[in-house]
């Protein structure tokens, strides 16, 4: 009877300590603790992008650098700051390039494009032009000069305000964007 008791005294016991040592080993350093708070406000203070539901037409393919692969421009809000902005992401899938977002869109006066009710692909080799002049006046292209008119290289993305005036087009010229103001 001395053995079965001494036995089970035993058995006991050292249940008991690997019980103790398992919960133990779930309560984790209070270092450890503030470094998993830090980790998770990081993580909710990062910025993500999503596919804007607000624009009837949110993507387009067009071939921007003229390598016969279309690139998807796509707008997008951020959640972190919502606003809004155009994701290109290249044809050959080395290059992915954000305009907008709460940045300022090629120094035109804007960091989002929610404005933009129409957004199409404008076609390589049509003729644009800036058509407002410096006084902020609506011009005709018999106003513009030959060499201030613009035969697109290549695609182009056109964003223009549905209901009013204003928008222009996006285009490349040697690896950088530039804007075209159209009215």
Not at 90 to 115: A, C, P, S, V
């Amino acid at each position: 009877m001395k053995i079965r008791t001494l036995l089970l005294l035993s058995v006991l016991t050292i249940s008991c300590k690997k019980e103790a040592k398992t919960e133990t080993s779930k309560i984790a350093p209070k270092d450890s603790l503030k470094a998993t708070e830090k980790k998770e406000l990081e993580t909710q203070e990062a910025d993500t992008i999503v596919l804007s539901t607000k624009h009837k037409t949110n993507k387009i393919l067009c071939d921007l650098d003229g390598d016969n692969l279309d690139e998807t421009v796509e707008i997008f809000r951020s959640t972190k700051n919502d606003k809004s902005g155009l994701k290109i992401t290249f044809g050959n899938g080395k290059r992915t390039d954000y305009l907008g977002f709460g940045n300022d869109i090629l120094g035109q006066g804007f960091d989002e494009i929610d404005w933009a009710g129409i957004f199409e692909k404008a076609p390589k080799n049509e003729v644009y032009f800036e058509n407002v002049n410096e006084d902020g006046e609506i011009i005709g292209e018999e106003q513009v000069a030959e060499e201030d008119k613009i035969k697109l290289p290549n695609d182009g993305i056109f964003i223009h305000a549905e209901e009013s005036c204003g928008g222009g087009v996006i285009y490349l010229k040697n690896g950088k964007y530039e804007w075209i103001q159209q009215e």
